[in-house]
């Protein structure tokens, strides 16, 4: 098969999608990363004091109607922002901010690049550099791909988004959302087990931890993906409980999604993490969503 024919046939993700227009509109022959550099916005363990250095890949493959970076995964970003194009440029970049941050890079949204993942790691290895490598990703994910990254990860952070195939249909066009993040959880989880070792300065250097963002309207899906991971993982595993959910501009979003979360719905949540046993991982306040807005013009990512 030729090599344009094989593009075709991408086998990134769970879509499998069988022509060169993508569900995630990535181009398979040039990776486009919207931004790198350092970014405190992640949990205390990835960011520290200097931030975690990550790049941002454009597109992905869930597309979430309200997605909170759809600047960037829908890459309606200005296309003089998309600076870096080429894995060459990438890799120079990621060594560039390395300098200004704590060891750890943040492989944020490269779920439709992860045939690229192996070379963006080994060309940091070139230049001398060993950061930590975080996978930061929607969940939605192959086993088989997640295997044969295993040598190239230290740190796994996934979503783990909903427990429901209806409402994930709904709001990300994946019905089997639940079936396929549930098995990539449990690879990741068989990869890295539940314990987060860290450095004398607080810093994660191997093992999973599991997002998950509390949507307003939708308490229901929040405890059952909770029970998800009680029954069939661990309640030892770290959980970053997100309450900083907002409605993204200029999108017509269905359910409640135009609204921000109420506090009562939050702690409903947070009650449920408690009843079930976890004891590892965060929480935020209700305001948190007042702070973790980015903005991929700004080259702090938060204002």
């Not at 790198?36 to 941002?56: C, D, M, Q, R, T």
């Not at 890799?91 to 992860?114: K, M, P, Q």
């Not at 490598?133 to 988004?161: C, H, M, S, W």
């Not at 989880?189 to 963002?213: C, E, M, W």
Request: glycine residues 6%; contains cysteine; hydrophobic residues 40%.
């Amino acid at each position: 098969m030729s090599v344009d024919k094989a593009m075709e046939h991408c086998q990134q993700c769970p879509r499998k999608c069988q022509s060169l227009k993508r569900f995630c509109n990535a181009d398979p022959k040039l990776p486009e990363a919207a931004a790198v550099y350092a970014h405190l916005g992640e949990e205390p363990s990835l960011s520290g004091k200097k931030g975690i250095s990550n790049i941002f890949f454009a597109h992905c493959n869930l597309q979430c109607c309200y997605c909170q970076n759809n600047a960037i995964s829908r890459a309606v970003v200005a296309p003089e922002r998309i600076t870096l194009r080429g894995i060459e440029s990438i890799i120079d970049a990621t060594a560039e901010s390395l300098t200004h941050t704590e060891n750890i890079v943040g492989l944020v949204s490269a779920t439709h690049y992860a045939d690229l993942v192996p070379a963006i790691v080994e060309g940091l290895h070139t230049r001398g550099l060993f950061p930590t490598i975080v996978y930061n990703t929607g969940g939605y994910e192959r086993v088989e791909v997640l295997q044969r990254l295993a040598p190239y990860i230290d740190i796994y952070l996934p979503d783990f988004k909903y427990a429901d195939p209806a409402l994930a249909l709904r709001y990300s066009k994946a019905a089997d959302y639940p079936d396929v993040a549930g098995r990539a959880l449990r690879e990741m989880y068989n990869q890295k087990g539940s314990a987060l070792p860290t450095d004398d300065d607080g810093l994660a250097f191997r093992g999973l931890i599991v997002r998950h963002l509390v949507l307003p309207g939708q308490i229901d899906n929040s405890i059952r993906c909770l029970e998800w991971i009680a029954d069939n993982l661990s309640v030892n595993i770290h959980i970053s409980l997100m309450a900083q959910y907002f409605p993204p501009e200029g999108i017509d979003l269905p359910d409640q999604l135009g609204r921000r979360l109420h506090a009562d719905e939050y702690r409903r949540v947070v009650e449920a993490f408690n009843e079930l046993g976890f004891h590892r991982g965060w929480v935020q306040s209700c305001d948190a969503a007042d702070n973790y807005k980015p903005h991929f013009d700004n080259k702090t990512t938060f204002k």
